[in-house]
T-cell receptor, first 115, second 112 residues
């Protein structure tokens, strides 16, 4: 059974700091890994998608890496801003017993960036 | 292009009542998923449609939950009768094959 763990559960940093969010998963047989952002009371916004054959993806100040063999991913946020404050979720897509694939989520990291 | 849309955004019902949640996926996405997040837990898979067919409903908590996707377009998730432990945020997502999943804003269900 696939399990996804995110560390830390919460993080508070001053504006401008570079930070790393961690995600680990127990079964390396995944199709891809997706990082999401969730603002309070809002839905999930996809930030980055890394296919299982890829090592990293970048979008603006965000960089996500994937080490499938060790079951780890990191989300690097450069020069953090107050607008980055949100909950960040990691999810892996893997095959289920049905033969189809779905996402398994971690509990998320709640990030607060103070001015 | 419109994203995944869910109705209502919030619903407060009494225990024993019935509630129906609706999801309109991105046009052309054959795959539609329902997920749920209860307080303090991670988002968990409920079921998966490919077009109008249920491919995997192993995540459905019990037979009080019924999902349909008539004509392979929008989907509904009915809870009847609702119990207190059904409270949470219900998310719908759609995708093309095994690529990026796009989520709706969720429906916050509160059963009192």
């Amino acid at each position: 059974k696939q399990e996804v763990t995110q560390i830390p559960a919460a993080l508070s940093v001053p504006e401008g700091e570079n930070l790393v969010l961690n995600c680990s998963f127990t079964d390396s047989a995944i199709y891809n890994l997706q990082w999401f952002r969730q603002d309070p009371g809002k839905g999930l916004t996809s930030l980055l998608l890394i296919q299982s054959s890829q090592r990293e993806q970048t979008s603006g100040r965000l960089n996500a890496s994937l080490d499938k063999s060790s079951g780890r991913s990191t989300l690097y946020i450069a020069a953090s801003q107050p607008g980055d404050s949100a909950t960040y979720l990691c999810a892996v897509r893997a095959r289920r017993d049905s033969g189809y694939s779905t996402l398994t989520f971690g509990k998320g990291t709640m990030l607060l960036v103070s001015p | 292009e419109a994203g995944v849309t869910q109705f209502p955004s919030h619903s407060v019902i009494e225990k024993g009542q019935t509630v129906t949640l609706r999801c309109d996926p991105i046009s052309g996405h054959d795959n539609l998923y329902w997920y749920r997040r209860v307080m303090g837990k991670e988002i968990k898979f409920l079921l998966h449609f490919v077009k109008e067919s249920k491919q995997d409903e192993s995540g459905m908590p019990n037979n009080r939950f019924l999902a349909e996707r008539t004509g392979g377009t929008y989907s509904t998730l009915k809870v009847q009768p609702a119990e207190l432990e059904d409270s949470g945020v219900y998310f719908c997502a759609s995708s093309q094959a095994t690529v990026e999943a796009f989520f709706g804003q969720g429906t916050r269900l509160t059963v009192v």
